[in-house]
């Protein structure tokens, strides 16, 4: 846009035209201070939410957005602000930026060293970003522009000491000392001048002086170099002239004196990167954004500095966040400075540099911490060639970095429960929280230190309301608004997961929002894909890229999950870009999967199918194969908290036709693993979701599963009700075999109700026609069990050995082992006992082929009881043993109960006749 000038340096001020216009209020002001910035660039959307609102953002965010954007066209014009798929970009050169345009007159002034160029771009310097400006834009970007603007002046000063111009440079730089108390290498320059001047004494006291400020400030001593100096001034030597010697940098950070744990990262650290090593080593700490990566490598330089006695320099590489990752040759042009090259040596192209560091690090024993890389490209041209250490952080795992340049990956995990409780202690101020609220704590912030840390001070500002702050805590939606300091973005969960977020590519962006919108995990990769409608080698490929980020992580053998806290902001980002629509979808797909890999599981132990299968969305990825009734069993047993939760949050967003088929399929596997709490819950589920889908036939099946849950549970008048009703709707629908089967359920109950003739008039009606062998194998052992119930023994014996014949003839092993078990009972009851024992251990076996819990713990009472009546103390008093280890392993019911104490009464009478001698 011709016309339009930013001034940031000094004072705020847009002119148009040569008119200054009047921009009001802090967030317009920011807002046209950022894209400036960026003059000719986009900036996200994300960036600029991320610092304009830092404290506290409005409820409708992008709105409020919208309208400062709305604002600012009016004020410069309606084409001065473009937007592109990358985000709003302002129509300004750079030139017209006062800030730009220092820092590129910077740029060519430090290149040829020229005195008189450098002078004139620090003319142009004054207070950066100042009028009005909000605080996060100003620690983001303020820093680096102090930072630019100190290394000009001091290389000015260097300047124009070599020419021989000292005339008020002691009093420059003692007004620079005032202003900036802990640059140690402004601190240098003045001792040097003062010497130089004659003026020793002084030089001293400034000495002492700058000592106590650092100590103050940083809680350091003065650097090795400062050191040296000193002693040459107290030695009354001539002081050295260091000016052909190579500079010792010593640019660590501030240790955390928090800092505490990551023993096993600093023992790897001092394991890959040993004392006196002459080849160069590169080690990777990646992990999750706010995991404490920073603060280990820092906190392991600081512990290890003594390897390195030729210095340490440190470079934050920018590689996540507001600003653009640092280029490589930038990042060497500011690591060759900080080995004490000045421009005029630094070449101008990336190859030049990178062969130019290698040679001055040649020689030296020195450590590079590269901070926040963001990939192996970044990284290569600084690597040296030997002798240096390099120490990389990112969020990313940097995998090309170690398959090509054989750096070493150390993965640096939020702190587990104990690491995490001490580190709250230290940061918290209120003793009054016992380590289960400690813990909670924990949990709820991920174990990220950055989270931690947030926490605390939230606490200790508050201090009466920690409660409070842990209910909010509690809460998905409310979570990031508590880990959002305001002080900075550096500081803030939001804008350090956005700046992650804001790395990835359409596809695995919208899987993160996907995986957080949902209400189950882990997941496996097939139900990856299905949940974001990807072919599974695209999400195999999308999912990876999350992983690396560390923005998922792997739990075990192919399951991954998000922590709670990314769990938190993939909601939030999945409510503000995805409509209601979307999310549906993407929940149904998953649904749709797990219910077909459900029935395939399902017919691997029964094809009788009741109801016809769903047609499957489009595109939806196939279930899994799952050949073996193994391999079914082993699916189900790994799926099984995540199948029920499904059920749950199916019916809860009113899916109640997915809800209640998902159900029913799960019937079989709960029955069999006696989970019946869960079957519990997850039929009653089915009944009412069936009822709101109205599906008569799908309500009837469910009231069959029903039913015979409420049964196996004891509470047998609410399984007779419920299987009444089953039976209803499914004469209603003509529906034969759904009839005898339920007829054959509600004999069971009404026996176990004392109502043996009830129970044989059901079984007789379901006989009555013709039928499926396995189904009739099944109502003639239900027979069987109602003539033992009324003592007729000789023709149960006879029903069941009818019922045996059939479900073998029908391939049934499960209905074979119960007709097994009910065979047993009539032998043992007519006095047949060998025959008994046989019957009973063919049921225990077959159950135990089948992990039928129930089955099994039932057929061994019954065997052991056997065994003692014949005699067989010793085998009796093993099988009752090992039939009371499988129930106390199993969920309690009261049906477990009375089994549990008919067992210890048996047990009793073992203990009567087992041998003493």
Request: aromatic residues 4%.
């Amino acid at each position: 846009m011709s016309g339009l000038q930013v001034r940031l340096l000094g004072v705020f001020e847009v002119v148009v035209d040569g008119r200054a216009v009047v921009v009001r209020g802090a967030t317009q002001r920011s807002c046209l201070a950022l894209l400036a910035l960026r003059a000719g660039r986009s900036v996200p959307p994300e960036t600029l939410i991320d610092l304009l609102w830092a404290e506290r953002a409005p409820k409708n965010v992008r709105a409020a957005l919208h309208s400062v954007i709305a604002k600012s066209r009016q004020l410069l014009g309606p084409e001065s602000i473009g937007r592109d798929e990358a985000g709003y970009r302002l129509d300004i050169v750079p030139a017209d930026v006062d800030v730009l345009r220092f820092l590129a007159l910077l740029d060519d002034a430090e290149r040829s060293d020229d005195r008189q160029q450098l002078a004139a771009a620090l003319a142009l310097w004054g207070e950066p970003l100042a009028g009005g400006i909000v605080a996060s834009i100003r620690h983001e970007h303020g820093p680096e522009l102090y930072e630019r603007y100190l290394r000009g002046v001091e290389r000015r000063i260097d300047l124009d000491l070599e020419a021989g111009q000292r005339t008020g440079i002691c009093e420059e730089l003692g007004r620079l000392t005032h202003t900036f108390p802990l640059r140690e290498s402004l601190w240098l320059r003045l001792l040097k001048a003062l010497v130089a001047e004659g003026r020793r004494p002084e030089a001293l006291d400034q000495y002492e002086r700058m000592r106590v400020q650092l100590a103050d400030g940083l809680g350091i001593d003065p650097s090795a170099e400062l050191q040296a100096f000193h002693l040459s001034l107290l030695d009354d030597d001539p002081v050295p002239d260091r000016t052909a010697q190579p500079a010792v940098p010593r640019q660590l950070p501030l240790d955390l004196r928090r800092f505490i744990g990551r023993t096993a990262q600093l023992e790897e650290l001092n394991r890959l990167l040993p004392s006196g090593s002459d080849t160069a080593r590169v080690v990777v700490l990646h992990g999750a954004a706010g995991a404490g990566k920073t603060s280990l490598a820092v906190h392991w330089a600081h512990q290890a500095k003594d390897r390195f006695p030729d210095g340490q320099i440190f470079l934050g590489l920018r590689g996540y966040g507001a600003r653009e990752p640092l280029d490589a040759e930038t990042a060497l042009d500011t690591i060759l400075r900080g080995l004490g090259l000045p421009g005029a040596r630094i070449p101008a192209d990336l190859e030049s540099r990178s062969a130019l560091l290698r040679t001055e690090l040649a020689a030296r024993r020195l450590l590079l911490i590269l901070d926040d890389a963001r990939s192996a490209d970044q990284i290569r041209p600084l690597l040296p060639g030997s002798s240096t250490q390099v120490l990389v952080t990112s969020r990313s795992r940097l995998s090309s970095l170690t398959v090509r340049d054989g750096a070493e990956p150390i993965a640096v995990p939020a702190l587990d429960g104990p690491e995490g409780r001490e580190l709250l202690r230290r940061l918290i101020q209120n003793p009054a929280l016992d380590e289960r609220a400690l813990d909670e704590l924990v949990r709820l912030c991920s174990g990220l230190p950055l989270a931690l840390a947030i926490t605390g001070e939230q606490l200790n500002r508050h201090p009466d309301e920690a409660e409070s702050v842990t209910g909010r805590l509690r809460s998905l939606a409310e979570r990031i608004d508590v880990l959002s300091s305001g002080d900075s973005p550096a500081t803030d969960v939001r804008a350090v997961l956005s700046w992650s977020y804001q790395a990835l590519d359409p596809e695995a962006a919208a899987m993160l929002r996907a995986l957080g919108a949902i209400a189950v995990e882990p997941l496996r990769l097939p139900a990856i894909a299905a949940l974001a409608g990807l072919p599974l080698a695209d999400a195999r490929r999308t999912l990876r890229v999350l992983t690396d980020l560390h923005l998922v992580h792997q739990v075990d053998a192919g399951q991954v999950r998000l922590h709670d806290v990314m769990r938190a902001y993939a909601r939030e980002r999945s409510a503000a870009e995805d409509g209601a629509a979307v999310r549906h979808d993407a929940a149904n797909r998953l649904v749709h999967w797990y219910l077909s890999t459900a029935e395939v599981a399902r017919t691997r132990e029964s094809e009788l199918r009741l109801l016809p299968l769903l047609p499957a969305p489009p595109g939806a990825p196939e279930s899994l194969p799952l050949a073996s009734t193994e391999d079914a069993r082993a699916w189900f047993e790994a799926e099984r908290r995540t199948l029920i939760t499904l059920v749950l949050d199916t019916a809860e967003r009113g899916e109640h036709e997915l809800a209640a088929r998902l159900a029913v399929t799960l019937w079989d596997d709960l029955e069999r693993s006696y989970a019946l709490t869960d079957s519990r819950l997850v039929q009653a589920t089915a009944v009412t979701s069936a009822a709101r889908a109205g599906d008569p036939l799908l309500r009837a099946v469910a009231l069959n599963q029903h039913g015979a849950t409420l049964g196996m549970s004891g509470d047998l008048e609410a399984a007779a009700d419920a299987l009444r009703e089953a039976l209803t709707l499914f004469a209603a629908a003509g529906h034969e075999y759904g009839e005898r089967m339920v007829r054959s359920n509600l004999s069971i109950a009404l026996r176990l109700l004392g109502r043996p003739q009830e129970a044989i008039e059901q079984l007789e009606l379901a006989l009555a026609g013709s039928m499926a062998t396995e189904q009739e194998g099944t109502l003639r052992n239900n027979l069987a069990m109602t003539y033992l119930a009324t003592a007729q023994y000789d023709e149960a014996v006879a029903s069941a050995t009818e019922a045996i014949r059939l479900h073998r003839l029908a391939g049934d092993t499960r209905g074979t082992a119960y007709a097994q078990d009910t065979l047993g009972q009539g032998l043992k009851a007519v006095g047949d006992l060998p025959a008994a024992l046989a019957a009973f251990q063919d049921a225990a076996r077959l159950n135990e082929k089948l992990d039928n819990h129930g089955g099994l713990s039932g057929s061994l009472v019954r065997l052991g009881e056997t065994e003692l009546a014949a005699g067989l103390v010793t085998e009796a008093r093993k099988t009752l043993m090992r039939a009371l280890r499988l129930l106390s392993a199993s969920e309690r019911s009261g049906w477990q109960r009375e089994q549990e104490e008919r067992i210890r009464a048996l047990l009793t009478q073992t203990a009567r006749v087992w041998p003493t001698g």
